[in-house]
Antibody, heavy 121, light 107 residues
Framework: EVQLVESGGGLVLPGGTLIVSCAAS????????MHWVRQVPGKGLVWVSR????????AYADSVKGRFTISRDNARNTVFLQMNSLRAEDTAVYYC??????????????WGQGTPVTVSS | DIQMTQSPSSLSASVGDRVTITCRAS??????LNWYQQKPGKAPRLLIY???SLESGVPSRFSGSGSGTDFTLTISSLQPEDSATYHC?????????FGQGTKLEIK
């Protein structure tokens, strides 16, 4: 069974740092691109970042560029999102999702259940 | 960045109705368009990609069409379990932006 399990969310002060993780199982993790998407409860989905299968290529939303870093450890089947200089507007549920990048086409075909991040003093 | 606009933002329909949701891109995204379904408190689920290919396990009453800037998601015969929010997403170029979502309620 394909599983993506996020962890590491919580309450952090403005300007602080948090690292969220996503542990994958049930599929060949090293063959998939991985994404982070966030959502404020009751609002729409916002794409945050993605990393290719071997970690050599990354991309970010403008709103997080320079503050967030995506990385992966294929030996541990885990993808990470390090979030620095956090702001109140980063408060959201953070989902990881896998992307087969089949023939160069991106679609998020399995999602974790999300981990909530709250930035507040 | 490519902007994605969905319409309507919400709609209410009866079981058995044919329902159409549209998604418009601010520039030509060819066929790089995906649709997701999200139920309250749950993670999104991929329904359709590329933009007319049905994801495995998705009922055949769901279909997608379009290319360029205009796309549609159609539910041919609405079922009670289709009550959810539907999101489009472009995967033509990063950032892979989403539409604002369409909340579908059953009358």
């Amino acid at each position: 069974e394909v599983q993506l399990v996020e962890s590491g969310g919580g309450l952090v002060l403005p300007g602080g740092t948090l690292i969220v993780s996503c542990a994958a199982s049930g599929f060949s993790f090293r063959s998939f691109w991985m994404h982070w998407v966030r959502q404020v409860p009751g609002k729409g989905l916002v794409w945050v970042s993605r990393i290719n299968s071997d970690g050599s290529s990354t991309a970010y939303a403008d709103s997080v560029k320079g503050r967030f870093t995506i990385s992966r450890d294929n030996a541990r089947n885990t993808v990470f999102l390090q979030m620095n200089s956090l702001r109140a507007e980063d408060t959201a549920v953070y989902y990881c999702a896998r992307d087969p990048d089949s023939n160069g086409y991106s679609a998020l075909n399995h999602w974790g259940q999300g981990t909530p991040v709250t930035v507040s003093s | 960045d490519i902007q994605m606009t969905q319409s309507p933002s919400s709609l209410s329909a009866s079981v058995g109705d044919r329902v159409t949701i549209t998604c418009r891109a601010s520039q030509n995204i060819k066929r790089y368009l995906n649709w997701y379904q999200q139920k309250p408190g749950k993670a999104p689920r991929l329904l359709i990609y590329a933009p007319s290919s049905l994801e495995s396990g998705v009922p055949s009453r769901f279909s997608g069409s379009g290319s360029g800037t205009d796309f549609t998601l159609t539910i041919s015969s609405l079922q009670p379990e289709d009550s959810a929010t539907y999101h489009c997403q472009q995967s033509h170029s990063t950032p892979y932006t989403f539409g604002q979502g369409t909340k579908l309620e059953i009358k």
